[in-house]
């Protein structure tokens, strides 16, 4: 079991560029969520989804997109990148089949510079 | 809105010490709360969890206390090792039905002397 797993782990882009967050997990989790993680302000989630094509908005949703096309692979899309995005995102997953939909598992995340 | 207040920021020990980490919630509906280690340039992990029809969980060194009253818990490390330097995150089930949704708190960067 390679568990959450996420590419690229690190990432630098200019101003306006787009790139795309993959995190693929293999516990059949039916939850997954997208965190960004900054000094002094703890994990702060930014869009999640409760099944296969199913998403919806966190905290701080602003900027990006996500979609969930297959129940393992959960996408994280930058369309416009902006300096404020600068970040370590963390993908997470939860909920296995008769199991608690609260203890979420993460992957090692992805460190972004937008320069 | 949901909030999950942390204190303190940082909290520094000698090796053998107790150490306590306290966390507010503001929804009276959570009824989860979780805390994680994260060492550096690693990810999360959760190391204890308790539910709110249960005030105080222990697992060997570690044990974390809720009242629900007052809307706080508080995790409680007992004779610190080196190896428990990490930043530590509670968190609080948020919103209301059955979305596995955490709302973190801004986490503790705990250092223990040797």
């Known amino acids: 079991n390679a568990g959450v797993t996420q590419t690229p782990k690190f990432r630098v882009l200019k101003t306006g560029q787009s790139m795309t967050l993959l995190c693929a997990q293999d516990?059949?989790?039916?939850?997954m969520y997208w965190y960004r993680q900054d000094p002094g302000m703890g994990l702060r989630l930014i869009h999640y989804s409760v099944g296969e094509g199913t998403t919806a908005k966190g905290e701080v949703p602003d900027g990006y997109n996500v979609s969930r096309l297959k129940k393992q692979n959960f996408l994280l899309g930058l369309e416009s990148a902006a300096p404020s995005q600068t970040s370590v995102y963390f993908c997470a997953s939860s909920y296995p089949p008769g199991g608690s939909p609260y203890e979420q598992y993460f992957g090692p995340g992805t460190r972004l510079t937008v320069t | 809105g949901e909030n999950v207040e942390q204190h303190p920021s940082t909290l520094s020990v000698q090796e053998g010490d107790s150490a306590v980490i306290k966390c507010t919630y503001s929804?009276?509906?959570?009824?989860?709360f979780p805390w994680y280690k994260q060492e550096l340039g690693k990810r999360p992990q959760l190391i204890i969890d308790?539910?709110?029809?249960?005030g105080e969980k222990k697992d060997q060194r570690i044990a974390v206390t809720l009242n629900k009253t007052a809307k706080h818990f508080s995790l409680h490390i007992t004779e610190t090792q080196p190896e428990d330097s990490a930043v530590y995150f509670c968190a609080a089930k948020g919103g209301s039905g059955n979305t596995g949704k955490l709302i973190f708190g801004q986490g503790t960067t705990l250092q223990v002397k040797p």
């Open positions: 516990m059949n989790h039916e939850y």
């Open positions: 929804d009276s509906a959570s009824n989860y």
């Open positions: 308790i539910r709110s029809n249960v």
